[in-house]
């Protein structure tokens, strides 16, 4: 019985890789370009989410440069246990 439940997983398993692959080929493949008549009716809607976006990647930036910093400035071994104690504190709280 075990060895024909891992064959139905491993086929299951076949055909969801399968299916990821072609949804990957599918997501690979260029866009088509806009039409002229949507550039031309839009109302620039698109300016104040495209400085949104500025701002936001703008944000993320600051704040890999500053946790880079902190990792440089912290001990190798602090840094090692801080990460210890998180993980510890992880597998409690499950």
Same mark, same amino acid.
């Given at each position: 019985?075990?060895?024909? %439940?891992?064959? #139905?997983? +491993? =086929? $299951? +398993?076949? =055909?969801? /890789? /399968?299916?990821? $692959?072609? $949804?990957?080929?599918?997501?690979?493949?260029?866009?088509?370009?806009?039409?002229? !008549?949507? +550039? #031309?009716? #839009?109302?620039?809607? %698109?300016?104040? !989410?495209?400085?949104?976006?500025?701002?936001?990647?703008?944000? /993320?930036?600051?704040? /890999? %440069?500053?946790? %880079?910093?902190?990792?440089?400035?912290?001990? &190798? &071994?602090?840094? +090692? &246990?801080?990460? !210890?104690?998180?993980?510890?504190?992880?597998?409690?709280?499950?």
């Amino acid at each position: 019985m075990r060895n024909e %439940e891992i064959k #139905s997983e +491993l =086929a $299951a +398993l076949r =055909a969801e /890789v /399968v299916a990821l $692959a072609a $949804a990957r080929q599918e997501a690979a493949k260029p866009a088509p370009p806009p039409e002229a !008549s949507t +550039l #031309s009716t #839009s109302t620039g809607a %698109e300016a104040p !989410s495209d400085a949104e976006h500025e701002g936001f990647m703008g944000q /993320v930036e600051e704040l /890999v %440069e500053l946790l %880079e910093n902190e990792l440089r400035e912290t001990p &190798v &071994v602090s840094g +090692l &246990v801080i990460f !210890s104690i998180g993980i510890l504190i992880g597998r409690f709280l499950r």
